[in-house]
T-cell receptor
Framework: NAGVTQTPKFQVLKTGQSMTLQCAQD?????MSWYRQDPGMGLRLIHY???????DQGEVPNGYNVSRSTTEDFPLRLLSAAPSQTSVYFC??????????????FGEGSRLTVL | RKEVEQDPGPFNVPEGATVAFNCTYSNSASQSFFWYRQDCRKEPKLLMSVYSSGNEDGRFTAQLNRASQYISLLIRDSKLSDSATYLCVVGPRIKNRDDKIIFGKGTRLHILP
């Protein structure tokens, strides 16, 4: 059972380059999300999706795009990388029940450095 | 008041001791409460969900105090392997599936041999 798979694990970009972080889950979870984690800031929500074809902005969406064409995949696109986007990115999926938030399952993270 | 607040630590605790963390939250409508554990350079993983009656899992006990709006985590007989960052997570009752859970910044725990 793979769970949540993120690629790449490490990436170095130059300012202005674009790239896509891939995220896939095999648990049939409707809810998927992207977080970034910076020292002293905790986990901050970038974008999330409650199902295929539905996406919404989180706390820090600027500079990022997402799409959700299938239940399994939720890629995060950096449109024009900036040094402020140097961070560790986590994709997570979740299944909810009885009206309450359920457990988040995280990928192993993608460490991005923008020079 | 910040939405979810934790003492960042670090808590330096000798092996075998008992340690407790608190986490306060500002939204009184919150309904979902969790403790996640994050090892250095790893992804967060669920440690415990926190139920209104309190719950225990081996050496770990979590409690919820709705009146004072805090949750707590107690670790008894601490092990070296308990060294990690503990994240407090608070969420709403889901309405229309449009919800956001809030992570605390974490409390660092170092267990000393």
């Amino acid at each position: 059972n793979a769970g949540v798979t993120q690629t790449p694990k490490f990436q170095v970009l130059k300012t202005g380059q674009s790239m896509t972080l891939q995220c896939a889950q095999d648990m049939n979870h409707e809810y998927m999300s992207w977080y970034r984690q910076d020292p002293g800031m905790g986990l901050r929500l970038i974008h999330y999706s409650v199902g295929a074809g539905i996406t919404d902005q989180g706390e820090v969406p600027n500079g990022y795009n997402v799409s959700r064409s299938t239940t399994e995949d939720f890629p995060l696109r950096l449109l024009s990388a900036a040094p402020s986007q140097t961070s560790v990115y986590f994709c997570a999926s979740r299944v909810d029940g009885l009206g309450l938030v359920g457990e988040l399952f995280f990928g192993e993270g993608s460490r991005l450095t923008v020079l | 008041r910040k939405e979810v607040e934790q003492d960042p630590g670090p808590f330096n605790v000798p092996e075998g001791a008992t340690v407790a963390f608190n986490c306060t939250y500002s939204n009184s409508a919150s309904q979902s409460f969790f403790w996640y554990r994050q090892d250095c350079r790893k992804e967060p993983k669920l440690l415990m969900s926190v139920y209104s009656s309190g719950n225990e899992d081996g050496r770990f006990t979590a409690q919820l105090n709705r009146a004072s709006q805090y949750i707590s985590l107690l670790i008894r007989d601490s092990k070296l392997s308990d060294s990690a960052t503990y994240l407090c997570v608070v969420g709403p009752r889901i309405k229309n599936r449009d919800d956001k859970i809030i992570f605390g910044k974490g409390t660092r725990l170092h267990i000393l041999p």
